[in-house]
């Protein structure tokens, strides 16, 4: 793709982990803030150095301030495959934009990174002194510089090859890092209520920048569990709601999840989590709720519905209904009569999706998104067993494996069609939104795997 003269190209240092998860973040979090996704290069695959084009340095601060995927940003001076070729690229870079970063009454430093090789401090010194021919006239101070900057040597991906001569070498001014820190400061384990299920921080926060939240939206998480979803919302400043069906956790009771702690303590609960970070002002309210009733009225709510619905391994999936059956004339959605006591029924997983979608296509705002996992069975695994809505565009779909044979897809969807109302799209039944129904075996195959699995071990144990 052809660089446009208008940007300026910036290097990324991506995070080695959840790879997939990376271009949808990036993409994403550049379109909240005004940029559009503009890179030299075709496909990224594994590589920790992506060259991007970005319009303006402080779009590329504001990227920083979110991605919990990348690690650092640089201005990018210069490129090459040998240092006679980064050298050469260097040179041609133009001299009006360095000297604001290299006068006599600044100080500076210059850094050395590799990926998958370790240098000597001698070969480090040799790299920095070969950068003489550039116009520093600052002072070095190697404690607070007012500029970093770095050279970038990329040595392959294969840490039982490692070649000689490291395959691209990169210059640049660093800008800022990402919120990796993120990750820790806000683990489960530190987190003051927990469930069996809590998502993780990392995944919490990547599934914020792929619903692209942003500061005074309204995010909700209709299987809300102990609120995790809701914490990384609120840290970006959106404020959070969320129902769930299971009472004790919506109201921190019951037995505790945390080992040597039989019980829960008077104050577990989803918003002694936002407090423990500060965010309690974001905390708009949880409710007792049945996600395949949605008690709403007709409108727009939601700027984005971020969630983890049950796979029912480690919770049920369930819903309230009756055991008789519904008189004629009554919808799902409608009011039963007052004589109907309902009990918890099972939820099927075709079901549940098929409720989401349309429920995130009647309450969110045209551009909102809805993210959500979708467990599948890895061996029959096909994009057509995605859902679709007519309302909703799938704009990323990632893979995390959960085992050999299982994973589940982080699905982002935005709605970019007005939901008219119920009616019209009743004709539209459940197989034409879901052509696939194998969601609904996904528990049985799962632990077929594991049991396969066990009894292969008990097998060649007994050999």
């Known amino acids: 793709m052809a660089l446009s003269c208008t940007l300026n190209r910036?290097?990324?240092?991506?995070?080695?982990?959840?790879?997939?998860?990376?271009?949808p973040e990036i993409k994403s979090l550049l379109s909240l803030f005004?940029?559009?996704?503009?890179?030299?290069?075709?496909?990224?695959?594994?590589?920790?150095?992506?060259?991007?084009?970005?319009?303006?340095?402080?779009?590329a601060r504001n990227l920083m301030k979110r991605t919990v995927c990348a690690k650092s940003i640089f201005e990018l001076w210069g490129h090459g495959q040998s240092p006679e070729e980064l050298y050469s690229s260097l040179k041609n870079y133009p001299v009006e934009k360095m000297v604001p970063f290299l006068h006599s009454d600044s100080t500076y430093k210059i850094k050395i990174h590799t990926f998958n090789k370790t240098l000597t401090q001698e070969e480090?010194?040799?790299?920095?002194?070969?950068?003489?021919?550039?116009?520093?006239?600052?002072?070095?101070n190697l404690k607070k510089p007012q500029h970093v900057f770095s050279v970038l040597e990329d040595y392959g991906l294969d840490p039982n090859c490692i070649p000689e001569n490291p395959h691209n070498i990169y210059f640049g001014r660093w800008i800022?890092?990402?919120?990796?820190?993120?990750?820790?400061?806000?683990?489960?384990?530190?987190?003051?209520?927990?469930g069996n299920t809590s998502m993780d921080a990392g995944l919490s926060f990547i599934?914020?920048?792929?619903?692209?939240?942003?500061?005074?939206?309204?995010?909700?998480?209709?299987?809300?569990?102990?609120?995790?979803?809701?914490?990384?919302?609120?840290?970006?400043?959106?404020?959070?709601?969320?129902?769930?069906?299971?009472?004790?956790?919506?109201?921190?009771?019951?037995?505790?999840?945390?080992?040597?702690?039989?019980?829960?303590?008077?104050?577990?609960?989803?918003?002694?989590?936002?407090?423990?970070?500060?965010?309690?002002?974001?905390?708009?309210?949880?409710?007792?709720?049945?996600?395949?009733?949605?008690?709403?009225?007709?409108?727009?709510?939601?700027?984005?519905?971020?969630?983890?619905?049950?796979?029912?391994?480690?919770?049920?999936?369930?819903?309230?209904?009756?055991?008789?059956?519904?008189?004629?004339?009554?919808?799902?959605?409608?009011?039963?009569?007052?004589?109907h006591v309902p009990v918890s029924l099972s939820y099927r997983l075709s079901d549940m999706f098929l409720d989401l979608l349309n429920f995130a296509a009647?309450?969110?705002?045209?551009?909102?998104?809805?993210?959500?996992?979708?467990?599948?069975?890895?061996?029959?695994?096909?994009?057509?067993?995605?859902?679709?809505?007519?309302?909703?565009?799938?704009?990323?779909?990632?893979?995390?494996?959960?085992?050999?044979?299982?994973?589940?897809?982080?699905?982002?969807?935005?709605?970019?069609?007005?939901?008219e109302n119920r009616d019209q799209y009743s004709h539209l039944l459940s197989d034409h939104f879901l052509p696939y129904q194998g969601h609904n075996s996904f528990r049985e195959k799962y632990f077929s795997g594991v049991t396969k699995r066990i009894a292969k071990e008990e097998k060649s144990t007994q050999e």
């Open 10 to 23: 910036y290097l990324l240092l991506m995070a080695q982990e959840h790879l997939e998860f990376r271009l």
């Open 34 to 59: 005004g940029g559009q996704f503009a890179s030299s290069q075709e496909t990224y695959g594994k590589s920790p150095f992506w060259i991007l084009s970005i319009p303006s340095e402080d779009i």
């Open 124 to 140: 480090k010194i040799k790299r920095i002194d070969a950068l003489e021919f550039l116009p520093f006239e600052g002072k070095v």
């Open 176 to 194: 800022a890092d990402g919120q990796r820190e993120l990750i820790e400061s806000y683990s489960v384990k530190k987190r003051h209520f927990i």
């Open 207 to 339: 599934m914020a920048n792929h619903g692209k939240v942003k500061e005074n939206d309204i995010v909700f998480d209709p299987f809300v569990g102990t609120g995790g979803l809701l914490i990384a919302c609120a840290h970006f400043g959106a404020y959070v709601y969320g129902t769930d069906i299971d009472y004790n956790t919506v109201h921190g009771l019951g037995k505790a999840t945390r080992k040597n702690q039989k019980w829960r303590g008077p104050d577990e609960n989803i918003r002694a989590n936002l407090r423990q970070y500060g965010l309690e002002k974001h905390y708009l309210d949880v409710l007792v709720s049945d996600a395949s009733k949605p008690s709403w009225r007709k409108g727009t709510y939601f700027d984005a519905i971020i969630t983890d619905p049950p796979y029912g391994i480690r919770e049920s999936t369930r819903r309230t209904g009756s055991q008789k059956e519904i008189p004629k004339g009554i919808e799902k959605w409608e009011k039963c009569p007052e004589s």
């Open 362 to 419: 009647e309450t969110l705002v045209l551009g909102g998104r809805l993210v959500y996992w979708l467990p599948v069975y890895t061996p029959e695994y096909t994009e057509e067993m995605v859902p679709w809505h007519p309302c909703l565009e799938l704009i990323s779909n990632c893979e995390q494996k959960l085992s050999s044979h299982t994973s589940r897809r982080l699905i982002t969807m935005e709605k970019v069609k007005k939901f």
